[in-house]
T-cell receptor, first 115, second 110 residues
Framework: NAGVTQTPKFQVLKTGQSMTLQCAQD?????MSWYRQDPGMGLRLIHY???????DQGEVPNGYNVSRSTTEDFPLRLLSAAPSQTSVYFC??????????????FGPGTRLTVL | ELKVEQNPLFLSMQEGKNYTIYCNYS?????LYWYRQDPGKSLESLFV?????AVKQEGRLMASLDTKARLSTLHITAAVHDLSATYFC??????????FGAGTTVTVRA
């Protein structure tokens, strides 16, 4: 199992450019989510999905779009990048019927800089 | 909106001594997590706490949960250099949403 994978690892964008951050998992997890991590603020939930075709907003969804066409993939789209979106982005996945030891598994992260 | 507060935010530990990190949260939840993050790395799961009075231990780390007080603690026994990292607590609400604390950056000195 590769677990949760994210591409790219690093990205530099200019203001106004668009891009897609990729996230994939091979654990057959129904639940997937995107977080951003900024210094001193912990992680904040952007969007999440409870299964293919179902997505919902988290705490900080503005400026980001998601879709979930398959169980494995959950891409995050920045439509028009802004400097405020400079951050480290983490994708995570977990099972929907959580057992006593279940947790969210995090990908390695994408470090995004918007100039 | 669920708020999660950790303190302290920075903790300088001396090797061999004991310390505690606190995690308070504002609304009821049925699940609390502790994660560790090394610089430039992803998050590693440490503990999942499900019920009031739950206590879990792994090596020098012990986590506990008091749902009535909405408080979880992460206790570090006899700190060693390898424990230097940032520790996050996260609280699950509305079934699928995780809210994180700001993190506690731990530095262990000789």
């Amino acid at each position: 199992n590769a677990g949760v994978t994210q591409t790219p690892k690093f990205q530099v964008l200019k203001t106004g450019q668009s891009m897609t951050l990729q996230c994939a998992q091979d654990m057959n997890h129904e639940y997937m989510s995107w977080y951003r991590q900024d210094p001193g603020m912990g992680l904040r939930l952007i969007h999440y999905s409870v299964g293919a075709g179902i997505t919902d907003q988290g705490e900080v969804p503005n400026g980001y779009n998601v879709s979930r066409s398959t169980t494995e993939d959950f891409p995050l789209r920045l439509l028009s990048a802004a400097p405020s979106q400079t951050s480290v982005y983490f994708c995570a996945s977990s099972r929907p019927n959580r057992g006593p030891t279940d947790t969210q598994y995090f990908g390695p992260g994408t470090r995004l800089t918007v100039l | 909106e669920l708020k999660v507060e950790q303190n302290p935010l920075f903790l300088s530990m001396q090797e061999g001594k004991n310390y505690t990190i606190y995690c308070n949260y504002s609304t009821t939840s049925d699940r609390l997590y502790w994660y560790r993050q090394d610089p430039g790395k992803s998050l590693e799961s440490l503990f999942v706490l499900l019920s009031n009075g739950a206590v879990k231990q792994e090596g020098r780390l012990m986590a506990s949960l008091d749902t009535k007080a909405r408080l979880s603690t992460l206790h570090i026994t006899a700190a060693v250099h390898d424990l230097s990292a940032t520790y996050f607590c996260a609280v699950l609400h509305n079934d699928y949403k995780l809210s994180f604390g700001a993190g506690t950056t731990v530095t262990v000195r000789a």
